[in-house]
């Protein structure tokens, strides 16, 4: 019988050198290497390297030899004792003690949950969209995501197991990003009807934190971001190891994946070139983790480009260079208010779930006002931002540009851009600035060349806040009232933000007669009477009511105020910054803003007859619309300024 040199394993103690063991070939059974040739001789040394290179876990896999122990005792040693024992580091590859002990069935059930799972998380990442609504149709979760497909194929086609996780761990992190992006994005539709910039919004952090510290107080607050940070990093680390899961059930059926990501690639294809969709009308072929990474991509880039294009733009000015005696002549001895109403939209004054009460308030303060001898006409304004941003409506009315993120808005306000209070402060107005709803330094307010500025810190409030608001709107008018509408003042441009209809809407202050406005220590028991923010934020319908009971309060106290204190030199424009959030008007609704100029003169309106604007403090639906951008080129127009066309052309590139 052909014989063939054959290594033992010795896991305890090396052989001594130039020790081989020889079986016959028909001894050797499931041998894991090849068999050489007959006659080849295998060193006992080289196989002992081999076992310290590899490691013992994989020696047991190496040799699964069943020999008989005499015939070996004898060929393996034939210079032994005839009762000789086998040697101690020997071992019996038959016998089944040596072998690798196989799972149990909990392991394996375990094993194969956890790549199941790993498989739904993954599939969930790719088609997880970036809006509430979608989330409720059926037809989300009936797609095919090309990218699973992608991904699986270029994980084959990377060498070395190491390279393999890495590449892995990087897809499955990237995965995670977009996923917490998408998320981000439902809650901003919810709120802005905006996707999140990660650029540009970082800003409305405070916003946020503000909010949440009204609704569940400081602690519940802080443990909601720290809730938040955990969730980001849990949805993190499991997409990171799903896809590593994934990626290690791949490489060991190699064959069946590879199957799989060009079969699935070659159906998703088809399926996109014939344009099938299933429920909802959504295609069945999906993309949308490749064209949402792109698109976040390719909204950073236009930042870049538009940020170049705006600093062209910025310099485009007709009125730079009017000269002062030429400006706002048909205003000369007026005392100007642009008086921002928060979260004032189109949708308080037409939707019928919200306008109940809106223009019941509207209509009788028409009648009011007229009777106290005033005349009001109104429009409409699409505002840059929606559910917030109120500083970018604010920009974009006073400069004349469209300021619609934050780095325009930064832009503007480190430009030298002529703005309405400057060029008020510039044909000899005093330029007023109040501002209830801040609550520190303001450094963009430098850019507005105010004549002098007042907010919360310093306007003696001595009450409690009301949600988000500082103070109440009465409160402010009526430190208005006392400290700059005196008499014998000089005429004045004022800037005012009213703030007690900013989200959240609870508590509201109510309309007291003014003469018990006082320091606003009587709002500590007004209060005290409101609803919790807690109480209203539990349901929807609250929610909106309330929003509707804010915007009622502002205009009431603002035509009272009007009625009480206005004269002939009083002029306002009073109109919303953005509509509130979609949480209250739903999605789909418009950026329009009502708009409405009031004064007693009436040839002050008359300037204005040629704008097509309704009579009254109820703007129609059909009156016209205008970017709210282009009010301050009306406005300067229409009250006698005198562009300088010439300073129009854009500056060269």
């Given at each position: 019988?052909?014989?063939?040199?054959?290594?033992?394993?010795?896991?305890?103690?090396?052989?001594?050198?130039?020790?081989?063991?020889?079986?016959?070939?028909?001894?050797?059974?499931n041998?894991?290497?090849?068999?050489?040739?007959?006659?080849?001789?295998?060193?006992?040394?080289?196989?002992?390297?081999?076992?310290?290179?590899?490691?013992?876990?994989?020696?047991?896999?190496?040799?699964?030899?069943s020999?008989?122990?005499?015939?070996?005792?004898?060929?393996?040693?034939?210079?032994?004792?005839?009762?000789?024992?086998?040697?101690?580091?020997s071992v019996?590859?038959?016998?089944?003690?040596?072998?690798?002990?196989?799972?149990?069935?909990?392991?394996?059930?375990?094993?194969?949950?956890?790549?199941?799972?790993?498989?739904?998380?993954?599939?969930?990442?790719?088609?997880?969209?970036n809006?509430?609504?979608?989330?409720?149709?059926?037809?989300?979760?009936?797609r095919?995501?090309?990218?699973?497909?992608?991904?699986v194929?270029?994980?084959?086609?990377?060498?070395?197991?190491?390279?393999?996780?890495?590449?892995?761990g990087?897809?499955?992190?990237?995965?995670?990003?977009?996923?917490?992006?998408?998320?981000?994005?439902?809650?901003?539709?919810?709120?802005?009807?905006?996707?999140?910039?990660?650029?540009?919004?970082?800003?409305?952090?405070?916003?946020?934190?503000?909010?949440?510290?009204?609704?569940?107080?400081a602690?519940?607050?802080?443990?909601?971001?720290?809730?938040?940070?955990?969730?980001?990093?849990?949805?993190?680390?499991?997409?990171?190891?799903?896809?590593?899961?994934?990626?290690?059930?791949?490489?060991?059926?190699?064959?069946?994946?590879?199957?799989?990501?060009?079969?699935?690639?070659?159906?998703?294809v088809?399926?996109?070139l014939?344009?099938?969709?299933?429920?909802?009308?959504?295609?069945?072929?999906?993309?949308?983790?490749?064209?949402?990474?792109?698109?976040?991509?390719?909204?950073?880039?236009?930042?870049?480009?538009?940020?170049?294009?705006?600093?062209?733009?910025?310099?485009?000015?007709?009125?730079?260079?009017?000269?002062?005696?030429?400006?706002?002549?048909s205003?000369?001895?007026?005392?100007?208010?642009?008086?921002?109403?928060?979260?004032?939209?189109?949708?308080?004054?037409?939707?019928?779930?919200?306008?109940?009460?809106?223009?019941?308030?509207?209509?009788?303060g028409?009648?009011?006002?007229?009777?106290?001898?005033?005349?009001?006409?109104s429009?409409?304004?699409?505002?840059?931002?929606?559910?917030?941003g109120?500083?970018l409506?604010?920009?974009?009315?006073l400069?004349?540009?469209?300021?619609?993120?934050?780095?325009?808005?930064?832009?503007?306000t480190?430009?030298?851009?002529?703005?309405?209070?400057?060029?008020?402060?510039k044909?000899?107005?005093?330029?007023?600035?109040?501002a209830?709803?801040?609550?520190?330094?303001?450094?963009e307010?430098?850019?507005?060349?105010?004549?002098?500025?007042?907010?919360?810190?310093?306007?003696?409030?001595?009450?409690?806040?009301?949600?988000?608001?500082p103070?109440?709107?009465?409160?402010?008018?009526?430190?208005?009232?006392?400290?700059?509408?005196?008499?014998?003042?000089?005429?004045?441009?004022?800037?005012?933000?009213?703030?007690?209809?900013?989200?959240?809407?609870a508590?509201?202050?109510?309309l007291?007669?003014?003469?018990?406005?006082?320091?606003?220590?009587?709002?500590?028991?007004?209060?005290?009477?409101?609803?919790?923010?807690?109480?209203?934020?539990?349901?929807p319908?609250?929610?909106?009511?309330?929003?509707?009971r804010?915007?009622?309060?502002?205009?009431?106290?603002v035509?009272?105020?009007?009625?009480?204190?206005?004269?002939?030199?009083t002029?306002?424009?009073?109109?919303g910054?953005?509509?509130?959030?979609?949480l209250?008007?739903?999605?789909?609704?418009?950026?329009?803003?009502?708009?409405?100029?009031?004064?007693?003169?009436?040839?002050?309106?008359?300037?204005?007859?040629?704008?097509?604007?309704?009579?009254?403090?109820?703007?129609?639906?059909?009156?016209?619309v205008?970017?709210?951008?282009?009010?301050r080129?009306?406005?300067?127009?229409?009250?006698?300024?005198?562009?300088?066309?010439?300073?129009?052309?854009?500056?060269p590139?």
């Open positions: 019988m052909s014989k063939v040199s054959f290594h033992r394993l010795v896991p305890i103690s090396q052989p001594a050198a130039g020790e081989r063991v020889e079986l016959l070939v028909h001894e050797i059974r041998a894991s290497w090849s068999v050489l040739e007959e006659g080849s001789v295998l060193s006992v040394t080289s196989f002992f390297d081999r076992f310290r290179r590899s490691g013992p876990a994989e020696a047991p896999a190496a040799a699964e030899v020999a008989d122990k005499s015939d070996a005792s004898e060929e393996a040693a034939p210079d032994a004792a005839p009762d000789a024992k086998p040697d101690a580091a019996s590859m038959n016998k089944s003690d040596d072998r690798p002990a196989a799972p149990s069935r909990t392991r394996k059930i375990a094993g194969r949950v956890l790549t199941i799972s790993a498989f739904v998380l993954i599939f969930a990442a790719l088609i997880l969209p809006t509430v609504s979608r989330l409720e149709r059926p037809g989300t979760y009936l095919l995501p090309l990218e699973g497909f992608v991904a194929g270029l994980l084959l086609l990377i060498p070395g197991g190491r390279a393999k996780r890495i590449v892995a990087v897809l499955g992190a990237g995965l995670g990003v977009l996923t917490v992006m998408k998320i981000t994005d439902m809650g901003f539709y919810k709120t802005l009807a905006r996707p999140f910039d990660p650029v540009l919004d970082w800003v409305l952090l405070d916003d946020a934190e503000a909010f949440l510290r009204d609704s569940v107080g602690a519940g607050a802080v443990g909601t971001a720290v809730a938040l940070v955990l969730l980001i990093l849990v949805i993190l680390t499991l997409t990171t190891l799903a896809a590593m899961r994934v990626a290690k059930v791949g490489v060991r059926h190699r064959r069946t994946t590879a199957i799989t990501a060009v079969s699935g690639t070659a159906v998703w088809v399926l996109l014939l344009g099938v969709t299933g429920l909802n009308n959504f295609p069945v072929a999906a993309r949308s983790g490749y064209t949402y990474a792109w698109d976040r991509a390719q909204m950073v880039r236009k930042g870049v480009a538009d940020e170049r294009s705006f600093a062209r733009e910025v310099q485009i000015d007709a009125y730079a260079n009017t000269p002062a005696d030429q400006l706002l002549t205003l000369k001895g007026k005392d100007v208010m642009v008086t921002f109403v928060e979260s004032y939209g189109r949708s308080a004054v037409q939707d019928p779930t919200l306008n109940s009460g809106v223009v019941p308030v509207l209509d009788e028409t009648k009011e006002l007229a009777a106290a001898g005033y005349s009001a006409r429009g409409w304004l699409t505002s840059p931002t929606f559910g917030g109120s500083w409506a604010h920009s974009t009315l400069s004349g540009l469209w300021i619609n993120n934050q780095q325009r808005y930064r832009n503007l480190s430009s030298d851009r002529l703005t309405l209070p400057s060029l008020f402060r044909a000899s107005w005093n330029a007023i600035n109040v209830p709803g801040t609550t520190r330094a303001w450094p307010g430098n850019f507005y060349r105010y004549n002098q500025s007042f907010d919360s810190r310093n306007t003696g409030y001595a009450g409690p806040s009301f949600g988000w608001a103070q109440p709107d009465q409160y402010t008018l009526s430190w208005f009232e006392k400290n700059v509408h005196t008499p014998g003042h000089q005429p004045y441009y004022v800037e005012m933000p009213l703030i007690s209809s900013h989200t959240p809407w508590p509201l202050p109510t007291i007669d003014w003469d018990q406005v006082g320091d606003g220590s009587i709002y500590t028991r007004l209060r005290e009477q409101g609803k919790s923010t807690k109480s209203v934020w539990a349901d319908a609250k929610v909106r009511h309330e929003y509707a804010s915007i009622q309060y502002t205009l009431s106290t035509f009272s105020w009007l009625e009480k204190y206005g004269d002939d030199n002029v306002m424009v009073l109109l910054d953005h509509q509130p959030s979609p209250v008007v739903g999605d789909g609704a418009s950026h329009d803003v009502p708009i409405t100029i009031l004064a007693k003169d009436k040839t002050v309106l008359d300037k204005i007859a040629g704008w097509n604007w309704t009579d009254g403090t109820r703007p129609d639906p059909a009156a016209p205008w970017p709210m951008n282009e009010f080129d009306k406005f300067l127009a229409a009250y006698g300024s005198s562009p300088q066309l010439s300073h129009a052309i854009a500056p590139r």
